[in-house]
Each structure stands twice: as structure tokens, then as C-alpha cells.
């Protein structure tokens, strides 16, 4: 069983479009991370969400923690090419825990 | 070091031979994870440390798969007698408390069993 559902898996779209990805789990988790990974690479953080109904932004990327933090979405506007990547998101029980990994979002945005 | 440092970052082995893989956190993280992946996938959860508590091993997939970490500081995953669907990335990570703290990746270990 994944604990920590994503989707879309898959996700094709020409740069300049919207798009939002989605991380849901029937766990609650004290707070959730989401990580770009690059072909080669390892994962890097990109933001952490721990208060229910939290939004965050990073330039053209919204992020939000659900209000029963079961779930999250990231939402990016005006795609770039270089915003293709592995789009992972994480979630943690408590500040001792362990970190648990959803599949992915892979994005490819073209020119 | 700066960062996650990750040995060998390539290794080809036999079936049914032993490897070891290696893992250099950042200095004075006490939260260390061990993940494998597989093509393109997402991250599947092995084994976690956390200071001097007990290790969570409930990821493992095998009695094969073992991890220690000596001096809360490298780690090696051992993986005995490996068959090709241990084949994957092997990553590790490393972060200043545990969970909810930024979690810092090495650029992984790609074991090919052949």
C-alpha cells in the first residue's frame, strides 16, 4: 500500500501553461516536503509545509498543505523547460520520524 | 565535505555476489536514510537511523538488504547474495534532526546486477 498517493505520473505540456500536481494520503503527517529530482541527481528540497491550509510561494510555484494535512498540491504557473523534472513529494510523522516518499510527478514541458 | 558523499557512484556486479555501498553524510547530521529507486521512479524507503535510537528497518525487502552506521556518522548498505531485480539508485540522505528537516541527497550509487 503507498502511503503517500501523486498524480498525475505523467505530465506533458508546452512551456507557458498551468499546471498543478497533487499528493494525497488518508495519513496524517506533521509535515510535508517537496522535492525537484533532476536525471543523475539526487533530490532537493524545493519547500516544507506543516500547518494545515498552509500556502506557499516560490517565484512561479505554489505549494499547499491541506487543512487536515493529509494531502498537498503544488501548483506552477507559466511553465518552463526548466521546470522539467522528477516532482517528489514527502511526507514526515512527527519531528523523529521517518521520511516517506510518494512515486513522483514526472513533468516535461516543451518548448 | 559540503555535501552527501556516495561510493562507488557506479557498480556492476554477478548475481549472487555481496556488495557494499557506501554513505558520507554532512558533518553533525544526526538523521540518515537509505532509499533505492528504480528507473524514473519514486523514492521506496530502506532503512533509517536517527542519533543513537534504534535503526527503523521496517523498508528493508529482505534479509539480504542490512545497513549500519558506525559512530553516528558512515554508513554502508550491505546487500548479500544480490539477484538483477536488486538492480536501482541507491540513494542516501542526511539531515540536521530527522523528518521535517530538510533532507539532503547524495547523487546516489546505480548498482547493476548482471
Known amino acids: 500500500t503507498q502511503l503517500l498517493e501523486q498524480s498525475p505520473q505523467f505530465l506533458s505540456i508546452q512551456e507557458g501553461e498551468n499546471l498543478t500536481v497533487y499528493c494525497n494520503s488518508s495519513s496524517v503527517f506533521s509535515s510535508l516536503q517537496w522535492y525537484r529530482q533532476e536525471p543523475g541527481e539526487g533530490p532537493v528540497l524545493l519547500v516544507t509545509?506543516?500547518?494545515?491550509?498552509e500556502v506557499k510561494k516560490l517565484k512561479r510555484l505554489t505549494f499547499q498543505f491541506g487543512d487536515a494535512r493529509k494531502d498537498s498540491s503544488l501548483h506552477i504557473t507559466a511553465a518552463q523547460t526548466g521546470d522539467t523534472g522528477l516532482y517528489l513529494c514527502?511526507?514526515?510523522?512527527?519531528?523523529?520520524?521517518?521520511?516517506?516518499f510518494g512515486k513522483g510527478t514526472k513533468l516535461s514541458v516543451k518548448p | 565535505g559540503a555535501g552527501v558523499s556516495q561510493s562507488p557512484s557506479n557498480k556492476v556486479t554477478e548475481k549472487g555476489k555481496d556488495v557494499e555501498l557506501r554513505c558520507d553524510p554532512i558533518?553533525?547530521?544526526?538523521?540518515l536514510y537509505w532509499y533505492r529507486q528504480s528507473l524514473g521512479q519514486g523514492l521506496e524507503f530502506l532503512i533509517y537511523f536517527q542519533g543513537n535510537s534504534a535503526p527503523d528497518k521496517s523498508g528493508l525487502p529482505s534479509d539480504r538488504f542490512s545497513a549500519e552506521r558506525t559512530g553516528g556518522s558512515v554508513s554502508t548498505l550491505t546487500i548479500q547474495r544480490t539477484q538483477q531485480e536488486d538492480s536501482a539508485v541507491y540513494l542516501c540522505?542526511?539531515?540536521?534532526?530527522?523528518?521535517?528537516?530538510?533532507?539532503?541527497f547524495g547523487q546516489g550509487t546505480r548498482l547493476t546486477v548482471v
Open positions: 509545509v506543516v500547518t494545515g491550509g
Open positions: 514527502a511526507g514526515a510523522r512527527g519531528s523523529q520520524g521517518n521520511l516517506i
Open positions: 558533518s553533525g547530521h544526526t538523521a
Open positions: 540522505a542526511s539531515s540536521r534532526q530527522g523528518a521535517g528537516t530538510e533532507a539532503f
